[in-house]
T-cell receptor, first 113, second 114 residues
């Protein structure tokens, strides 16, 4: 699975959009981009995933660049409860896939009032 | 609906004592199962994964072992705990299919080895 690079920490004002970047310059054509988050002392929670098109769900939007070498997770209106570590993960989808996820260090997002 | 249970939630064990953490999944069949560990201030490390009964793969050499005696039961064990085994242990499951989706995590077990 391709390696990802994320900033270690970011701040965001409550009510504003939080834009979390992720670089994955070695991503291959059959690798998806996944985002998870982990609130303190809890298990990680799935947010969203995509291959090459932008994706949106009730939690967030995922913007993937045309060359797929980077992506941005957008929380449109951040709340204090969005304070968490956000993980960007690139994972192969294929017949040999075991479903496992390899987590990096992630970005600690601090939403401030 | 599917649920995942882990226990115990917290435990404090002396160095050299044995360990057994248990995880069960309900509401699904033939899941992939995973054990992760998170040391204090560190990221999540995949320890073991399993695609079926008695089919366990280890990701890193360590003092721990895993077993899957039943389809929806995953157990993490150690014969003799080390101080470095302290951490937050998370069990997870996913649907077993070619194009897999998300992992569903339990609430975790916090282990302190003294």
């Amino acid at each position: 699975d391709a390696k990802t690079t994320q900033p270690p920490s970011m701040d965001c004002a409550e009510g504003r959009a939080a834009n979390l970047p992720c670089n994955h310059s070695t991503i291959s054509g059959n690798e998806y981009v996944y985002w998870y988050r982990q609130i303190h002392s809890q298990g990680p929670q799935y947010i969203i995933h995509g291959l090459k098109n932008n994706e949106t769900n009730e939690m967030a939007s995922l913007i993937i660049t045309e060359d797929r070498k980077s992506s941005t997770l957008i929380l449109p209106h951040a709340t204090l409860r969005d304070t968490a570590v956000y993980y960007c993960i690139v994972r192969f989808h294929g017949s040999s896939n075991t479903g496992k996820l390899i987590f990096g260090q992630g970005t600690t997002l601090q939403v401030k009032p | 609906s599917q649920t995942i249970h882990q226990w115990p939630a917290t435990l404090v064990q002396p160095v050299g004592s044995p360990l057994s953490l248990e995880c069960t999944v309900e509401g699904t069949s033939n899941p992939n199962l995973y054990w992760y560990r998170q040391a204090a201030g560190r990221g999540l490390q995949l320890l073991f994964y399993s695609i079926g009964i008695d089919q366990i793969s280890s990701e890193v050499p360590q003092n721990l072992s895993a077993s899957r005696p039943q389809d929806r039961q995953f157990i993490l064990s150690s014969k003799k705990l080390l101080l470095s085994d302290s951490g937050f242990y998370l069990c997870a499951w996913s649907v077993r299919q070619i194009h897999t989706g998300e992992l569903f995590f339990g609430e975790g077990s916090r282990l302190t080895v003294l």
